[in-house]
T-cell receptor, first 114, second 109 residues
Framework: DVKVTQSSRYLVKRTGEKVFLECVQD?????MFWYRQDPGLGLRLIYF???????EKGDIPEGYSVSREKKERFSLILESASTNQTSMYLC?????????????FGSGTRLTVV | DAKTTQPNSMESNEEEPVHLPCNHS???????IHWYRQLPSQGPEYVIH???SNVNNRMASLAIAEDRKSSTLILHRATLRDAAVYYC??????????FGGGTRLMVKP
């Protein structure tokens, strides 16, 4: 069964901490994405990556960075966590554009910053 | 970017068909229409996608209007397990999908 795995289901961090959210996919997908989901705002794209060491900003990149050192792993980094980054974070992966396959999502990480 | 518009919520009775509408009037000619659903406490899951022709799979059917400005996701017999938020979206440049608020489907026994 193909999978996108997010390392933590729930996380509680303190304001100012550096936070790492990890995502691993086993489908050999080139594309990987990080979204955050908030009530009433739907899913908003933070960053995405088309290939190893490549990254592109999405709609709301401020306060976040990403790392993709290996094809299967895409990490989201909160440089200095703030309470307004309390949210559900979703990782997804897909084949490249032109093939128009769907995305496969992970189960999400619910992050609370206190 | 193609913007999609869906009703906030819909209700259905169990065992009856459900038609979930979506408007995407600004879609470009090469953008695929995708549908996803999100069950409580889970990430979204892919349901179906299409370009111009109607599509069927084991989960649902997708009916695309001839002018491609709208589409309808059809669940042929709703079950309680189909209660979820359904997202209609399309891929813009670079295969990025932009998700709106979706339609919350409630299924009554």
């Amino acid at each position: 069964d193909v999978k996108v795995t997010q390392s933590s289901r729930y996380l509680v961090k303190r304001t100012g901490e550096k936070v790492f959210l990890e995502c691993v996919q086993d489908m050999d997908h080139e594309n990987m994405f990080w979204y955050r989901q908030d009530p009433g705002l739907g899913l908003r794209l933070i960053y995405f990556s088309y290939d190893v060491k490549m990254k592109e900003k999405g709609d709301i990149p401020e306060g976040y960075s990403v790392s993709r050192e290996k094809k299967e792993r895409f990490s989201l980094i909160l440089e200095s966590a703030s309470t307004n980054q309390t949210s559900m974070y979703l990782c997804a992966s897909s084949f490249p554009s032109g093939l128009n396959y769907g995305y496969t999502f992970g189960s999400g990480t619910r992050l609370t910053v206190v | 970017d193609a913007k999609t518009t869906q009703p906030n919520s819909m209700e259905s009775n169990e065992e009856e068909p459900v038609h979930l509408p979506c408007n995407h009037s600004t879609i470009s000619g090469t953008d695929y229409i995708h549908w996803y659903r999100q069950l409580p406490s889970q990430g979204p899951e892919y349901v179906i996608h299409g370009l111009t022709s109607n599509v069927n799979n084991r989960m649902a059917s997708l009916a695309i209007a001839e002018d491609r400005k709208s589409s309808t996701l059809i669940l042929h017999r709703a079950t309680l397990r189909d209660a979820a938020v359904y997202y209609c979206t399309s891929n813009n440049a670079g295969n990025m999908l932009t998700f709106g608020g979706g339609t919350r489907l409630m299924v009554k026994p």
